[in-house]
């Protein structure tokens, strides 16, 4: 059996169209984001998909270095609500999990959500609700999820 040389990953490599780019999903929070930058620092440059950051207020935005092809979504918590039909404030974690669950929902479908590396920063019920969704729902394989060092032994 022939084995065939493993594929250069370079910065050349990486802007060919067939070359494979993996998909991340990352979603981190306001204590979390010397983690997130450290996370999005060692993404190759071809890696694609979405970053969710929540936060409590818009003073916490500001411009952030990530991956060309990742998109990079602010979740400012002082402007959303909570459960559906109140008009209660947003708690923190709700706006996270509700975005990750969403994308997740539409864009982590068939051998596509096999390929998606998943980061999760945020606190414990947060990460422990979209863990249960791309398990259980999703199917996601629990290898593909890395949760914070703090938390990993919980999730």
Do not use: K
Request: with cysteine.
């Amino acid at each position: 059996m022939t084995t065939l040389p493993a594929p250069v990953h370079d910065d050349s490599s990486c802007r060919s169209r067939r070359h494979a780019r993996a998909q991340h999903l990352v979603v981190a929070d306001e204590r979390s984001l010397v983690d997130l930058e450290l996370v999005l620092a060692t993404l190759p440059l071809c890696a694609s998909g979405r970053v969710f950051i929540e936060v409590p207020d818009e003073t916490w935005i500001h411009r952030i270095q990530a991956p060309l092809r990742m998109t990079v979504t602010w979740l400012d918590r002082s402007r959303r609500r909570g459960a559906p039909g109140t008009a209660e404030l947003c708690r923190p974690g709700t706006a996270m999990t509700r975005s990750a669950i969403a994308y997740a929902d539409e864009m982590l479908c068939g051998d596509e959500s096999h390929a998606t590396n998943i980061t999760l920063l945020g606190g414990y019920v947060a990460t422990a609700d979209i863990v249960e969704h791309l398990t259980a729902v999703i199917g996601i394989d629990r290898d593909r999820i890395t949760v914070s060092e703090a938390l990993s032994q919980y999730v």
